[in-house]
């Protein structure tokens, strides 16, 4: 016998899942804590008669800890035309949090490492005050900045170091005679010391179907640690809406879920990605998140009396879900 469908109606049940980093089974990028695998004692098997299993992530909380000047964008790329020849460079500037005037005292610092011994203290760097642009000068030659480390024999890595400072990553910049042996360049843009706008938490073992807009060209040039995965399992895209040291606090406001179709789940990866895929650098400052997984089943309307168990001891369902 089949069993009537109006017997039989839809319920649910929710079940949370808190995750916090400190409790993390495999750190895969260590101190950076932004790409960790949660080992379950026992696996999470889809019941036989779930009709739909959905999940999303509830809320998420996180010191917003990844300096605004770090490895994704801590190299600034220059050719010097000295009396002796052209020099390329490749400067390293220090990992940290800067504003408009005290990341000037640092960049030049750096630079002057570069300088030629009989000319010290030849870069300079101003800041105006309305539109915020740099300028950048050299008291003795004319510079060149260049995107990409090309002169490195490695034309793949770029130097991000622009949109912070306010010029096109993918473009070349050659300065020009203001005064007698003085050379500069005012950058096109202003600078931009506010750091992350938003970033991605990946599941990368659960199928979202979410994805994240790459270009494909700069999948290839902008950093070594891109991630390039086709289907990039986007669970929820986070907005920073704090300043940089403050606690990022994130709460679902809106009804999205994925539907989860994998029948074991054994583990959880979470990686959190910023804007152009790279890794978030959290130097050890740790995360919490909480996610929920809805389960939907079929359950009966009403009690089988003793007639119907004896007339069908076994029944079998005839509904068909309407999605």
């Not at 179709?261 to 909480?290: R, S, V």
Request: charged content about 10%.
């Amino acid at each position: 016998m089949i069993e009537d469908a109006d017997n039989l109606i839809e319920v649910e049940e929710r079940i949370l899942l808190s995750l916090d980093s400190r409790n993390a089974t495999v750190l895969n990028n260590g101190y950076n804590l932004s790409d960790i695998t949660f080992k379950f004692i026992e696996p999470f098997i889809q019941p036989h008669n779930a009709l739909t299993i959905k999940g999303s992530v509830i809320s998420f909380s996180c010191p917003n800890s990844q300096y605004i000047i770090n490895s994704t964008n801590n190299t600034f790329y220059f050719t010097l035309q000295s009396s002796l020849g052209p020099f390329d460079h490749q400067v390293i500037l220090i990992n940290g949090n800067y504003n408009a005037s005290t990341f000037i005292t640092m960049f030049i610092n750096q630079l002057n490492t570069y300088a030629s011994p009989n000319y010290p203290n030849q870069w300079s760097m101003t800041v105006n005050s309305n539109t915020f642009q740099y300028t950048l000068i050299n008291a003795y030659y004319s510079f060149t900045i260049h995107p990409f480390q090309s002169f490195l024999g490695n034309n793949v890595l770029i130097s991000r170091i622009g949109d912070v400072i306010g010029f096109d990553n993918m473009q070349t910049y050659v300065s020009t005679l203001t005064s007698t042996n003085t050379y500069s360049y005012t950058f096109p843009f202003p600078c931009n010391f506010g750091g992350l706008n938003s970033f991605n938490i990946r599941i990368p073992n659960i199928k979202t179907h979410s994805l994240q807009y790459l270009n494909a060209t700069n999948q290839t040039i902008y950093n070594s640690t891109l991630i390039t995965n086709t289907n990039q399992n986007i669970a929820i895209s986070i907005p920073v809406n704090c300043n940089p040291g403050e606690v990022i606090y994130f709460s679902k406001i809106a009804n999205f879920e994925f539907l989860i179709q994998e029948e074991i789940i054994d583990k959880i990866d979470i990686q959190l990605t910023d804007d152009l895929g790279n890794f978030i650098q959290l130097n050890n400052q740790h995360w919490n998140l909480t996610m929920e997984f809805c389960i939907t089943r079929l359950q009966h309307r009403k009690t089988r009396n003793f007639y119907e168990i004896i007339n069908n001891p076994f029944p079998q369902f005839s509904y068909v879900p309407k999605y």
